[in-house]
């Protein structure tokens, strides 16, 4: 390779995001490159079945290796490229979200770059995740003289400059599983994201994040509810259950295999019920069906559709008990949005407005541009949006050198009170 041409590839490694999902039914991966005017666009994808992943968390670290060598095989297969890091989604349990929030004394001067550097460097140090591990630690809206919402200080007078922090942290060994596994598959971790910030950017629009919404991930083995306001995550709740446990009650009720149940939830599943349910027949492989032995067993969808609204309904009562919790409740017209896997069974955004009395709609990737069909549903949103998220190139405080001493004021409160989630649960 000539030198022009090492420099070109070079070039355009430094275009290119590689985004990693790795859940409890499959691991996907998906290749984008910036184009000339921001947009992004997609160049291979890859998918493999995961075997080694159960509730989120890595259970198997060579299955899970394995899947995660082979998915990105795959994508740079149909990208023609080859990559050596990826940005990673967490979506286990144990993820909390808070805002912290710090001030330094100015004596009133003009606030310049070093000033806003050095109340970074104060926040940075006020951080104090309990034992966890922090994922993510940016700086969000400025504070000038006890006024909110300022989003560039630099320029302007003030005795007193402070930041609100969005931190998010989680519990710090299945992260450094997950770390290890992709590293072992000889691929460089870029960051690891919380599976709610990446899915947010996909799925939500700028206004719901500001107004108020809360973000249902139906993922396999585990549900997450997370709550957005003013922009920002600001409530998490986990609940393990997830959509392969309709599939495996699916499985138990008929005695077929979880492949076949799978199929049946998605071709003739649904999470609200017709009087024609009663007359449609689906035929069902047994377990124990030898071959020859006759014709398969036939079940009503109107059978079917009853085991997949008994684990349904225990789903949903627990994600109305966990919006409660997070204070998501007031006037009726709230936004909620369903993403995953589990967001594709039918009639399931109808059944959850009925059951939760809000507005609700099936949040679906964008953003991307040559997203493959196959790749354009629910089940990829946390794909598409660790694309969106590494593509903004986000500011984290964890990477800011610390400079020289400044005198440092704690808002009041423990460091790790988030005030918008206050203003949410009493003023909205």
């Known amino acids: 390779m000539s030198r022009r041409e090492s420099r070109a590839a070079a070039a355009r490694g430094e275009k290119l995001i590689t985004a990693l999902d790795i859940g409890s039914w499959k691991v996907s991966a998906l290749i984008a490159e910036r184009g000339e005017n921001g947009e992004m666009n997609v160049l291979g994808t890859g998918q493999r079945e995961s075997r080694g992943v159960r509730r989120g968390y890595v259970a198997d670290m060579a299955s899970t290796e394995l899947a995660v060598r082979e998915a990105v095989e795959q994508a740079e297969r149909i990208a023609g490229v080859n990559i050596e890091d990826v940005w990673v989604s967490f979506s286990a349990g144990g993820l909390v979200s808070n805002i912290a929030s710090v001030e330094v004394e100015l004596g009133g001067h003009r606030i310049d770059q070093e ?79 919380a599976s709610p910030v990446a899915t947010g950017m996909a799925c939500l629009s700028d206004e719901e994040r500001e107004l108020g919404v809360a973000l249902v991930e139906l993922g396999a083995g585990v549900t ?125 955004a109808d059944y959850a407005q009925g059951l939760l009395g809000r507005s609700v709609r099936v949040g679906r990737p964008r953003g991307l541009t040559g997203l493959p069909d196959a790749h354009s549903g629910p089940a990829f949103a946390t794909l598409a949006g660790l694309t969106r998220y590494a593509a903004t190139d986000p500011l984290d405080l964890r990477s800011i050198d610390m400079t020289r001493d400044q005198t440092v004021v704690k808002a009041n409160g423990s460091a790790l009170i988030s005030k918008l989630v206050t203003a949410f649960r009493t003023n909205l």
């Open 115 to 193: 000033d806003i550097d050095q109340l970074l460097s104060a926040g940075r140090e006020s951080i104090d995740p309990a034992g966890r591990m922090v994922l993510h630690a940016q700086p969000t809206l400025y504070t000038l003289d006890g006024l909110n919402g300022v989003t560039n200080p630099k320029g302007l007078h003030a005795d007193k400059l402070g930041v609100d922090i969005h931190v998010v942290a989680a519990d710090p060994s299945p992260v450094r599983n997950l770390d290890l596994c992709v590293r072992s598959a000889h691929l460089e971790v870029k960051a690891i994201v």
């Open 224 to 348: 997450n509810v997370s709550l957005f306001v003013g922009g920002l995550l600001v409530g998490l709740a986990s609940i393990p259950i997830g959509a392969a446990d309709i599939t495996d009650d699916i499985a138990s009720a008929f005695g077929t295999r979880r492949a076949q149940a799978e199929r049946m939830k998605c071709f003739y599943g649904s999470a609200t019920a017709t009087p024609r349910d009663n007359h449609d027949m689906i035929e069902v492989a047994l377990i124990s069906a030898e071959e020859g032995q006759g014709e398969a067993p036939r079940i009503t969808r109107a059978q079917l559709i009853a085991v997949i609204r008994q684990r349904v309904e225990q789903l949903f009562g627990e994600i109305g008990k966990a919006l409660k919790d997070l204070g998501f409740t007031g006037p009726i017209g709230r936004q909620v949005v369903l993403t995953g896997g589990g967001a594709e069974l039918k009639g399931i």
